[in-house]
């Protein structure tokens, strides 16, 4: 699915936790469940027992949801028993990630921003970071791909940028370990800003007077502060401040009454179908790698990691798709060749579970999916 391995990996890519619905503590065992990959199939990032502490915390982790939406409309279903404690030791915790030292500041924070809207630093002056990552549509252009400077596309889905700083790698493929190196990166390649390399960018910065007393503003201490350094920093300031919150947040954090009785049957689904074997994590994906095609052919010409690594074991291998705000950031995987949900579901399903999925099945993860939406804070 969506959201950016940049699967967009929006993958209800499956394999390392067998994940089943229950009234008991422990899990119970699904004998309807695939069997694990081999290990050389599994690319999952290191356990990570707590949560690590964000280099900038937002004020929209800290926002108020409200509880799920009842329909009085719709006959009442029966009390849906999901497993809370697996949900928690499943769902509980951010993906281990690279230590940044990146403190924030609010200078360095305006700075990024400043730098993210900048058209300018471009090849041809006509795309910046937001042309594409538009923070108002959840960070996303909902396009399958992007044009970027000159108006030639990527041939890769547009991941949001909401939350991005929270995976364990950046980009589809996983080439960037943090959303500095990823923000750098992306600016010099042909297919984004186009720029032709850090002597450009610095150059093309220069050429702006409010751009270099901003960099001046974040990084006092530097004798020529406008540098490719700390354009990265002041963009991985800004891009951590990007954080959502949603009711399955809530619901994670104690309060039993933030998912609906429908969402809960489509997160005890979600784990008795395996979708929980790569979904993990507080942003369900963005915590490994994973094979697309698993148990049967996907159709991608398109190898992922391969491209970077050039080795045969990582053929077809792509970033599992963290799935805050799914729902919003249509269309899906790393191509963008499916345009709703309930495809995306369906086709993860059998290609990474060789699984054929009941209507009500799909539609029972939609539902929960959709609780995984949490407003994006206003943008001053």
């Avoid at 209800?12 to 990959?37: D, K, Y």
């Avoid at 997160?267 to 049967?296: A, E, I, P, W």
Wanted: net charge neutral.
């Amino acid at each position: 699915m969506k959201p950016g391995f940049s699967i967009p990996c929006s993958a209800l890519a499956l394999l390392f936790l067998q994940a089943c619905g229950g009234e008991a503590a422990a899990a119970p065992s699904n004998p309807t469940a695939a069997p694990p990959a081999p290990e050389s199939q599994a690319r999952p990032s290191p356990a990570a027992p707590a949560a690590p502490e964000r280099t900038a915390p937002s004020p929209a982790a800290e926002t108020a949801t409200p509880d799920a939406p009842q329909n009085p409309a719709k006959k009442p279903m029966a009390p849906v028993r999901v497993n809370y404690d697996l949900a928690k030791i499943l769902f509980g915790n951010e993906p281990a990630t690279p230590a940044v030292d990146n403190p924030s500041t609010p200078e360095k924070v305006a700075l990024g921003k400043a730098l993210f809207h900048e058209k300018g630093l471009s090849k041809d002056g006509s795309v910046s970071c937001a042309s594409c990552h538009d923070l108002a549509n959840y960070g996303q252009d909902g396009k399958a791909t992007s044009p970027g400077a000159g108006g030639a596309h990527g041939e890769r889905n547009t991941p949001t940028v909401w939350n991005a700083f929270r995976q364990y790698k950046q980009f589809w493929d996983a080439r960037a370990d943090t959303i500095e190196d990823q923000a750098l990166a992306h600016v010099m390649e042909p297919e984004a800003n186009g720029i032709a390399d850090e002597a450009e960018l610095v150059k093309k910065i220069k050429e702006k007077a409010d751009l270099v007393t901003g960099f001046q503003k974040a990084f006092p201490g530097d004798a020529d502060a406008v540098s490719a350094k700390n354009f990265k920093l002041a963009m991985g300031a800004f891009e951590r401040t990007l954080v959502t919150k949603s009711r399955f947040d809530n619901y994670l954090d104690g309060d039993q009454k933030a998912l609906s009785n429908e969402e809960k049957l489509g997160l005890k689904t979600f784990m008795d179908v395996g979708c929980t074997q790569c979904h993990m994590s507080r942003l369900v994906g963005g915590n490994m790698l994973q094979k697309l095609g698993l148990l049967k052919p996907h159709g991608t010409k398109d190898t992922g990691r391969e491209r970077v690594t050039k080795s045969d074991a990582d053929k077809f291998f792509f970033k599992v798709s963290p799935l805050l705000n799914v729902e919003k950031t249509a269309p899906y995987q790393h191509d963008g060749k499916l345009a709703t949900l309930e495809e995306a579901i369906t086709n993860m399903a059998s290609v990474q579970l060789d699984k054929t999925l009941k209507p009500e099945e799909t539609a029972a993860i939609v539902a929960f999916l959709k609780a995984l939406t949490g407003p994006p804070p206003e943008q001053k």
